[in-house]
C-alpha cells in the first residue's frame, strides 16, 4: 500500500508546477522515436510469427468436417483483436520499452542528474516522465494497430502456404460476423496497458537508490510489476466491457 500510495503522488506530481508546453514539444518527439520506431521491428516479428502459429494451431485442431475451414481466420482475427495485439505485444513492449525508461531515469537518479533538474527549478519528474507518458499513449496504439493487422496476415501466409485454408477461405472468415467493438475494445486496452507500463517503470526508475546494481533490479522490478498491472488491468477491462 505503500507503495501505491507513492505511486499515486508521483503521478499527481507530474502534473503540478510543469513547464511550458513548448518545453516538452522536442521531448515528446525525441521519446516518440525511442518507444514507438525503435520497437517496431521487435513487434512485427513477434506479431507475424504469432499470427503464422495461431492460424496453424488452430486448423491442426479443428478437424471436424463439420466445421468450414473459415472457422479458422475467424478465430485468428478475434483472438489477435482481443488478446493477442493489444495484450501480448504489452508483454513485449515492457521488456523493451520499460526496461529501458526505468534503466535510463534510475541511472539519471544515482548520477544526480534529477537533482541538478530540480536545483535550476524544474519539475524533474514532469520534465522526464510526462513526455514518455504522451509518447506511449500515442505510439503504442499504433503498434497494436501494426500488430493486429501483421499477425492476420501472418495467419494468412502460413495458413495458405501450408494448405490448411485457401486465400478465398480466410478472407471470407476474416469479413464473417465481424464485431466493430472489438477494434474499439483493443484500442481501449492499448491506452491503458501503455500508461501503465510507462509509469509503472519511469516510478521505478525515479526512485531508484544506490548504484549500477540497483538500477538493474529497478529495471527487473518494473518489467515484471509493468507485466502484473497489465495482467489484471486486462482482467478487469475484460469484466466491464465485454
Known amino acids: 500500500m505503500r507503495s ?13 508546477n510543469r513547464e511550458p508546453f513548448r518545453v516538452y514539444l522536442k ?6 522515436i525511442l518507444i514507438g520506431v525503435d520497437s517496431l521491428v521487435i513487434v512485427v516479428l513477434v506479431s507475424v510469427f504469432i499470427g503464422a502459429v495461431m492460424c496453424l494451431q488452430t486448423a491442426f485442431n479443428l478437424v471436424s468436417p463439420l466445421i468450414p475451414d473459415y ?6 482475427r478475434d483472438m489477435t ?3 493477442v495485439a493489444p495484450t501480448f505485444t504489452a508483454i513485449v513492449f515492457a521488456g523493451k520499452v520499460g526496461s529501458n525508461i526505468a534503466g535510463t531515469i534510475g541511472t539519471m537518479k544515482i548520477t544526480e542528474q534529477v537533482d541538478a533538474l530540480e536545483v535550476m527549478g524544474i519539475n524533474s519528474a514532469s520534465y522526464l516522465v510526462l513526455p514518455k507518458i504522451l509518447a506511449g499513449l500515442i505510439m503504442y496504439p499504433a503498434l497494436v494497430i501494426i500488430a493486429g493487422f501483421l499477425a492476420i496476415y501472418g495467419g494468412y501466409v502460413a495458413g495458405t502456404l501450408a494448405g490448411v485454408i485457401t486465400a478465398q477461405e480466410y478472407i ?17 486496452k492499448a491506452l491503458v496497458f501503455s500508461f501503465l507500463i510507462v509509469s509503472i517503470s519511469a516510478y521505478k526508475g525515479y526512485f531508484t537508490e544506490g548504484g549500477a546494481l540497483e538500477v538493474g533490479i529497478s529495471s527487473t522490478k518494473a518489467v515484471t510489476n509493468s507485466c502484473i498491472a497489465v495482467l489484471l488491468a486486462d482482467f478487469i477491462l475484460a469484466q466491464f466491457l465485454i
Open 4 to 16: 501505491l500510495g507513492r505511486y499515486i503522488l508521483f503521478m499527481g506530481k507530474l502534473f503540478t
Open 27 to 32: 521531448l515528446f518527439f525525441d521519446e516518440c
Open 71 to 76: 472457422v479458422i481466420s475467424l478465430v485468428v
Open 81 to 83: 483483436l482481443i488478446e
Open 172 to 188: 471470407y472468415g476474416i469479413r464473417s460476423d465481424f464485431m466493430d467493438f472489438n477494434v474499439f475494445f483493443a484500442l481501449i
